[in-house]
């Protein structure tokens, strides 16, 4: 078993740290997770700190436990300025991505309400708005702003459904580092394809060249059903934030192979 290296070791103190600090200062949980750039909570920073945020204790021991086994590894290989520089630069890639999948499902479903020729600013309040608090028990929806919205722009119940499930996109939040870890999988098979890996619940090795692309693609398809693997799975589109830390990752590799930073002293 390979010792933990030092940027390694610091970045699961720090994520231990998120993870207890944010159960006794909760307001963390509110401005540190990544949220859909329309959404009133979004703030720039949570690109960042989204990746040391995790949903629950099966959820952070499952990335710690990843870091560790292959970011030692790789940590390793290349030292730590440029551990670090690719752990990040995947985190903010599974980020961006999902950010991307996002904004295009809101485009396509306001594009369909876009006869009811609704203002910016109504649909910001729409896609912001508690719908639980504007409709009464017997699911009547309640005077106010919204109601005033819609019966003016003669809003259909179909309009209304390709509403919420834009708001549907829009409302929930992302933490966690799966992304990073992605591209930590995504570098070992990389660099080491015929490593065997000794995975949970698989009694048998299994050669990383396999194992990464098999993972991804069973990620995928568990994702567009509304699951994941690494991930809360809160969203249903997870998914595309491990795939955007895959893809990041499988990017940089490639450009280091092709010695794009050979003029580039990392250690």
Known sequence: MMNITPVVKQLLIINIIFFLGSMYVPVAKAYFPLYYIDNDMFRPWQF????????????????????????????????????LFFYISCGLGAALL????????????????????????????LLNMDYVAVFDANGHMLPGKIKTILDGAHCTQEQFNAI??????????VVGASGAIYGLL????????????????????????????????LDLFLGFNGQSIFGAGSTGIAHFAHIGGALTGFIMMWMWKKNQFNDKRWN
């Open 48 to 83: 960042l700190t989204h990746m040391f945020m995790h949903g629950g204790f099966a959820h952070i021991f499952f990335n710690m436990f990843a870091l560790y086994s292959f970011g030692s590894a790789l940590e390793h290989f290349w030292g730590g300025k440029k551990f």
């Open 164 to 173: 919420q499930q834009a708001y549907a996109v829009s409302k929930p939040n």
């Open 98 to 125: 999902h950010t991307f999948v996002n904004y295009a499902q809101i485009y396509y479903l306001i594009h369909e309400v876009a006869q009811l020729n609704l203002s910016k600013t109504d649909l910001h309040l």
């Open 186 to 217: 995504a570098a070992f098979a990389f660099m080491f394809p015929n490593a065997e890996l000794g995975i949970m619940f698989i009694p048998i090795p299994v050669k990383a060249k396999y194992f990464v692309p098999g993972l991804l693609t």
